[in-house]
């Protein structure tokens, strides 16, 4: 059984940092990429970040430079490391394995 287990989330002031993790079972985060979506009130889920098994990365424009995406293999676990956050950056975030399997989410807000 395939589990994805985000944690990190939670509420930060504008120009903080967070750090995402997605703890994954039952799937190596390096035989299929791994990626982060996020989804706001009234919008569609969209993609964050995408960490491809060669070590290949895709961001989308609204946080390159800002975001970093990454993986440790020995804890099968994939990270979003989030700086110089934005209100606009306030969303659930959802780890993804590309054949598939979604975490559950976890909530990120940006606000004073």
């Known amino acids: 059984q395939v589990q994805l287990v985000e944690s990190g989330g939670g509420l930060v002031q504008p120009g903080g940092s967070l750090r995402l993790s997605c703890e994954a079972s039952g799937i190596l985060f390096n035989t299929y990429a791994g990626a982060w979506y996020r989804q706001s009130p009234g919008n569609e889920r969209e993609l964050v970040a995408l960490l491809t098994i060669y070590g290949i990365t895709t961001y989308a424009d609204s946080v390159k430079g800002r975001f970093t995406i990454s993986r440790d293999n020995a804890k099968n676990t994939l990270y979003l490391q989030m700086n110089s956050l934005k209100p606009e950056d306030t969303a659930v975030y959802y780890c993804?394995?590309?054949?598939?399997?979604w975490g559950q989410g976890t909530q990120v807000t940006v606000s004073f």
């Open positions: 993804h394995s590309v054949v598939g399997y």
